[in-house]
């Protein structure tokens, strides 16, 4: 995306460069959450799927809550984020223009990071790496550079645009509460193999059986 903002000139390089750091920041706490949250789901499934649910919408909504913050934050004291960055007057003006949709896409990339994480828990990544590929890459930058270089729309274009192959991606990541999460569960327990075939009733009677031959040794 450097690439193509470099197109358009110094300017709007330096305009977009404090966006793209606060997206950078930002980032790192829906996506910290998410890790979190595929490594315990992916513990818990296998256990007990009605808890793996539930820790996974209670972590969901917790993450949106979050993240909420950070964007109304951002949106509210941006005057205070800009001069945190700058004091030049023709850069300010030109995040200040793009400012509502850069808030957008942090939302939307931050929901990506989420969903991501209920993904990786599931063992659904072969399947989120392909639609990643096909909306970032062949659908989303394709029209980035199109609307943004070739139509000459700029960095306006470029941060407009530049959320919607993520809401894409989310809805289609939205089926993952869909999904029959008992068969997932089970098949990572048959994959890992953790069904043994001894139950707790026969594990207990071998152990009184060897018992009882330790003793009954002994005795003799």
């Not at 300010?92 to 957008?104: R, Y």
């Not at 639609?131 to 306006?156: E, H, K």
């Not at 075939?197 to 040794?217: A, M, R, V, W």
Request: one cysteine or more; charged letters at 15%; proline letters at 4%.
């Amino acid at each position: 995306m450097g690439t193509i903002v470099g197109m358009m000139g110094v300017i709007p390089l330096s305009v977009h460069t404090i966006p793209a750091v606060a997206v950078s920041l930002t980032f790192n706490i829906p996506l910290s959450i998410g890790n979190a949250l595929s490594v315990r789901l992916g513990k818990t499934l296998p256990v007990s799927v009605p808890r793996a649910i539930w820790l996974s919408f209670g972590t969901y909504i917790f993450g949106l809550l979050v993240l909420l913050m950070v964007c109304a934050s951002l949106d509210i004291w941006r005057e205070s984020v800009l001069a945190f960055f700058t004091n030049e007057a023709v850069v300010k003006e030109g995040c200040e223009e793009i400012w509502p949709d850069v808030v957008a896409f942090i939302f939307h990339i931050g929901i990506f990071a989420l969903n991501l994480g209920i993904s990786n828990g599931l063992g659904k990544q072969m399947v989120i790496g392909a639609w990643t590929v096909i909306f970032l890459w062949i659908l989303g930058l394709p029209l980035i550079y199109y609307t943004a270089i070739v139509q000459g729309g700029g960095l306006t274009k470029l941060w407009h645009w530049l959320y919607l192959p993520y809401l894409l991606v989310n809805i289609i990541m939205s089926f993952n509460f869909i999904f029959d999460w008992e068969e997932l569960g089970k098949e990572i327990r048959i994959r890992e193999k953790l069904d043994s075939p001894i139950n707790h009733d026969e594990t207990n009677q071998l152990t009184n059986d060897e018992k009882s031959k330790q003793y009954g040794s002994i005795q003799v």
